[in-house]
């Protein structure tokens, strides 16, 4: 069975921070490209930080230069590290997985977790 658990989500004032961790099983993490993605209400979700079985980091530039995604292979576990945050980073944040299907990655992501939710107040 396939679980992605996000954890570390909260409360937080404009300007700190936050560590998100998401507790993968069930599938190859690390032959997959896994990603944090964020979805506001009346708004559709959006990329946050992937990165693939390279380590190449692709970033949405609102939070480039203020997260940072990592990911332990060992622990197959992935990390999002959110740095001044802001009240636009209101959010529900996920975890996603798409593992590598031959030499390429399906078109859909077809892991996520259930969320964590981020609140940054002002």
């Known amino acids: 069975e396939v679980q992605l658990v996000e954890s570390g989500g909260g409360s937080v004032q404009a300007g700190g921070a936050l560590r998100l961790s998401c507790a993968t099983s069930?599938?190859?993490?690390?032959?997959?490209?896994v990603g944090w993605f964020r979805q506001a209400p009346g708004k559709e979700r959006e990329g946050v930080a992937i990165i693939n079985i390279g380590d190449i980091i692709r970033y949405a530039p609102s939070v480039k230069g203020r997260f940072t995604i990592s990911k332990d292979n060992s622990k197959n576990i992935l990390y999002l590290q959110m740095n001044n945050l802001k009240p636009e980073d209101t959010s529900m944040y996920f975890c996603a997985a798409r593992p590598l299907m031959g030499t390429e990655y399906p078109a859909q992501w077809p892991y996520w977790g259930q969320g964590t939710q981020v609140t940054v107040s002002s």
């Open positions: 069930g599938f190859s993490f690390d032959v997959s490209e």
